[in-house]
């Protein structure tokens, strides 16, 4: 295997990653203000992931910084070309955190609730903006024979990419559901566990139209291929596992669900990096967008010592705060 298979497979990961761990964080700001009708269950539905989402963040963070590293040209083009959505992505992505930390520096209910309210929009924005980006690396924007981007902000507001998006905020909704089905207890959980039934449906449904539209645009059929078609069951399956009360497999099949979604983009796009639609022969590959061997080099022996070391970090906080966060622990 080459390095420049290696970095492709490791990038792909990396986004797999940061969307099973940051996308039940996006799923439960988006239903903080659902499964959490007073201050206290919306406080016991947010400390859930108060101890995980900045970390989780990371994985966003290695993911751009391995693009920008191993694919130089990739990271130069899309994020130039793609320089609007992802100021509103950093802009969405602010927000929500720096409304984690102010929600609760006043002790006034509009305070909390505009704090909440920024909290909510950042956390639905960000994974639609995100997936309205991946469907575009694959969907094909212009692009000339310099590896520019040639076109505009509406070129990556096409009907494929938006579903994309929707579809990839369907399933952080159904993502964050289990999670806090999971990890609270009492009618925080009741209303927890009725939405992922509820959003089961929808974002199967969603899952199974964007995976069929995505064969029959790289001209493969109609028949989704194995991991796209797992994933659809799976997330059918959540209704039937949290109706009967099976937290954990619910949880399992909504990480599997979002994992094999990002991952089939990546899947679908290579060794293709960047699709041009202006011609094929303008597309970036893992061969003309990559760095030097000596670099990628370099990078697999940082990798290959540091990456396993956040891992168990992670692991381990994890471990620590794995309990189920009731109203006892809020404390005055």
């Given at each position: 295997m080459s390095f420049q298979v290696f970095w492709f497979i490791a990038i792909a990961v990396l986004w797999t990653g940061f969307f099973v761990l940051e996308g039940f964080d996006f799923g439960v700001g988006i239903l903080r203000g659902v499964v959490g009708k007073t201050d206290e269950e919306r406080r016991?539905?947010?400390n859930t992931i108060g101890p995980l989402w900045d970390g989780n963040e990371v994985w966003l963070i290695v993911a751009a910084a391995s693009m920008f590293a191993a694919f130089p040209a990739w990271y130069a083009t899309m994020f130039s070309g793609f320089y609007v959505p992802l100021v509103l992505l950093l802009v969405a992505l602010i927000a929500r955190g720096v409304s984690f930390e102010f929600?609760?520096?006043r002790d006034s209910d509009r305070w909390r609730r505009n704090w909440d309210r920024l909290s909510t929009a950042g956390s639905l924005l960000a994974p639609f903006l995100i997936g309205v980006a991946l469907a575009n690396l694959l969907h094909g924007v212009p692009i000339d024979a310099n590896q520019e981007f040639t076109g505009s902000f509406l070129d990556l507001l096409?009907?494929?990419?938006?579903?994309?998006?929707l579809t990839l905020v369907l399933l952080c909704v159904l993502h964050g559901s289990t999670f806090l089905g999971l990890r609270t207890d009492g009618i925080v959980r009741e209303r927890a566990t009725k939405v992922a039934g509820r959003s089961s449906i929808a974002a199967g449904v969603a899952l199974l139209v964007f995976v069929t539209w995505t064969q029959l645009m790289l001209d493969r059929g109609a028949i989704p291929d194995?991991?796209?078609a797992g994933a659809v069951l799976a997330t059918f399956a959540v209704s039937w596992l949290v109706r009967d009360g099976r937290d954990g497999w619910a949880?399992?099949?909504t990480a599997?669900?979002?994992?094999?979604?990002?991952?089939?983009f990546f899947i679908d796009l290579y060794p293709t990096v960047m699709v041009s639609s202006t011609k094929a022969a303008n597309s970036l590959t893992i061969q003309n967008a990559?760095?030097?061997?000596y670099s990628l080099k370099l990078m697999t022996i940082v990798m290959l010592v540091f990456l396993p070391l956040v891992l168990v970090y992670q692991g381990w906080t994890?471990?620590?705060f794995r309990r189920r966060v009731t109203t006892a622990d809020l404390g005055d």
């Open positions: 016991v539905a947010i929600r609760g520096k096409n009907p494929y990419s938006l579903f994309a998006g194995f991991l796209p949880f399992a099949m599997f669900a979002i994992a094999a979604t990002v991952a089939t990559s760095s030097s061997a994890y471990y620590v």
